[in-house]
């Protein structure tokens, strides 16, 4: 008889299929790495849309005269989208997948027409700049929440807590208008999403069990927050205004 076990790779957590471990009773383990790959797929193309409807209205004319001239409008899209991710994460598992997709994709769009700010206030060749070393840093984030075999659960506690901190100083800030301030959460907000990235991946990786493309769909929208709230952030720091 043999009694070698199947190979194991630990860094994707996955059984061969329709197999199980020796003496376990659990289910197959759901492939982590095929589950990541949905969620960067759709993290992706939700940038991609949040990218073309950012540049859109950017150009058009009549929206960048209304951003300009009435500072309540852009606020206004921002609490919406605030609203939107709040019901999204607390429905997307009690809906359909088609339907918990098409909530997604209006929040790339409603997340498109606030990126459309970076173009309106900076220059082409900041918002690409900035836009490069937002993805590097987040790759090298996700690399460590996928990688570290430290549980980062403690910390993401930490910075969802330092995160609803950052909202009501953003709220404060919005009408106080001061600069020093605006930096301040800028710089903080660097070193929030960098480590909400690395939480986030690391949390990911947890929902593939659940067999559900609902988790990716979630997890990618965290990941889009993440990644967009870092772009911003270091925009402010580094960009370079028209």
Known sequence: ???????????NDETPPG?????????????????????????????????????????????????KSVRGVL??????????????ARSFRK???????????????VLGLITSSAFIAYTTTSVATVFYITAGMFAAMAAIGTFTKRDLSPMGQVLSMIFSGLLITCVVNWFLGSSGLGWGIAFVSVFLFSGLIAYHTQRSRTWAKEGDDRYALM??????IDFV???????RLLGRRR
């Open 219 to 224: 997890a990618a929208f965290e990941l889009t």
């Open 229 to 235: 709230n870092l772009f911003f952030a270091l925009l």
């Open 95 to 109: 809906v359909s997948f088609g339907t918990a997709a098409a909530m997604f994709l209006s929040h790339a769009f």
């Open 1 to 11: 008889m043999n009694n070698t076990a199947p190979n194991y790779d630990p860094l």
């Open 19 to 67: 197999q199980q471990w020796p003496g376990s009773t659990a289910a197959p383990v759901v492939n982590v790495g095929q589950f990541m790959g949905k969620v960067y797929g759709w993290m992706g193309f939700g940038l991609a849309v949040t990218g073309c409807v950012a540049g859109v209205a950017a150009s058009m004319p009549g929206w960048v005269d209304l951003v």
């Open 75 to 88: 606020i206004g899209v921002i609490v919406v989208q605030w609203i939107m991710s709040a019901v999204f």
